[in-house]
């Protein structure tokens, strides 16, 4: 098509049924070649019947409907079907898949009747073509979903060992640290004129395979992800005391647990354990919404519970934390915070910027996904 052709050309055209009024009176519509549209109204405002027409799906009751310079409401239903298959790409509100074929056979349908439709693929097959976008979808999910994990933090800070490692097992809950860090460091730095807000992260025992996270309201005011995000009660409140818990989405929806229900803790993180801190079981007080994060998989309690369930009377003089994540008021002092962290006399404490830190953990997923890409293209 040319580009100072026109897309699409309507002229008086008029759609109704028997007995009712006009569904579409359009005295003159155009659009250009090489350009975009969106389409917008009301419910029952004839969005769906005027693609039908301009497709060639449904003729109008009068007018005339040119489709690159093609009459289309002149065409036999033949020829229109033709046309559209060679021309205009639709997507169905409903499936409509013929229930007697195969997935495959069901994709295979439209290169039966177009034989054009097939020279257009990147691979020799709709199979190996599907499989090249199904791979697509996963890596565009995938990355989409890690890299929307955590946001809005500019600092995640931790005992000295990896930027990876760090990352890991202080936001996705993956592993552990190799040494923790004293809270005296977090209320340092907690008081910095550079610092806007921080979150202790206290990584503890588990719930049948789950993580438990100790932590504090401030988890709740200032974690973000996918983009600035908050989150939100699906029910209850936050932490009302040492022996409340909240669960993540998953953990309430998989386990079939609902407020005020009693569980308890093991030391460990595995799925099955031997040993149960039964003399402390927690409540539920809350349950998350739904983030599509490693949130929906943790259990939240408070940093005293931690201390309580590994029989040491809370003392935040005293303890210890995993790590910390940290908000500066400024981005400006973002390189200088971290450069006076990770020179800390005090403690061997390390700093990562997020997003340098998922860059790197995203480039070994990448490597990984190519001989994932590999795999899938290989099999008959």
């Given at each position: 098509m040319e580009s100072n052709q026109l897309a699409i050309q309507i002229r008086d055209l008029r759609v109704s049924y028997t007995g009712t009024e006009d569904i579409l009176n359009i005295k003159e519509w155009t659009i250009p070649s090489r350009?975009?549209?969106?389409?917008?109204?009301?419910?029952?405002?004839g969005k769906s019947t005027l693609l039908s027409v301009v497709s060639g799906i449904l003729s109008p009751s009068s007018g005339e409907v040119?489709?690159?310079?093609?009459?289309?409401?002149?065409?036999?239903?033949?020829?229109?079907?033709?046309?559209?298959?060679?021309?205009?790409?639709?997507?169905?509100?409903?499936?409509n898949l013929i229930p007697y074929l195969s997935v495959w056979d069901n994709i295979n349908l439209p290169m039966v009747w177009n034989k054009?439709?097939?020279?257009?693929?990147?691979y020799p097959s709709a199979k190996e073509e599907i499989r090249y976008l199904a791979i697509q979808l996963i890596q565009t999910g995938l990355k989409s979903s890690f890299t929307g994990t955590i946001s809005k933090t500019d600092l995640i800070v931790g005992a000295r060992s990896g930027s990876t490692q760090l990352l890991l097992y202080s936001v996705f809950h993956i592993g552990n640290p190799t040494q923790n860090i004293s809270y005296s460091v977090f209320k340092k730095y907690e008081s910095h004129p550079s610092v806007s807000w921080m979150i202790p992260i206290s990584l503890g025992d588990s719930h049948k395979g789950y993580r438990v996270v100790g932590t504090d309201e401030r988890f709740f005011q200032h974690y973000k992800f996918r983009g600035g995000k908050s989150l939100s009660m699906q029910s209850g409140k936050w932490l009302k005391n040492n022996f409340g818990v909240v669960l993540g989405a998953d953990i309430a929806e998989k386990l079939g647990y609902n407020l005020e229900d009693e569980i308890t803790l093991s030391p460990g993180i595995s799925q099955m354990s031997f040993q149960e801190h039964k003399e402390n079981p927690f409540r539920i007080t809350g349950i998350l919404n739904k983030t599509f994060t490693p949130v929906d998989r943790s259990l939240y309690v408070s940093l005293d519970a931690i201390d309580i369930m590994h029989d040491v009377k809370p003392n935040p003089k005293s303890r210890q934390i995993t790590a910390f994540l940290l908000g500066s008021r400024s981005?400006?002092?973002?390189?200088?915070?971290q450069r006076e962290i990770n020179t800390s006399k005090e403690e061997p404490l390390q700093a990562v910027l997020p997003l340098i830190a998922l860059s790197d953990i995203w480039t070994i997923v990448e490597n990984l996904e190519l001989v994932f890409t590999f795999h899938i293209l290989s099999q008959g």
């Open positions: 350009t975009k549209h969106f389409l917008y109204g009301a419910s029952g405002s040119f489709i690159g310079g093609t009459q289309l409401n002149k065409l036999k239903s033949s020829e229109r079907d033709r046309f559209r298959g060679e021309n205009i790409g639709y997507i169905f509100q409903q499936f054009d439709r097939k020279k257009r693929l990147r981005k400006l002092q973002i390189l200088n915070l």
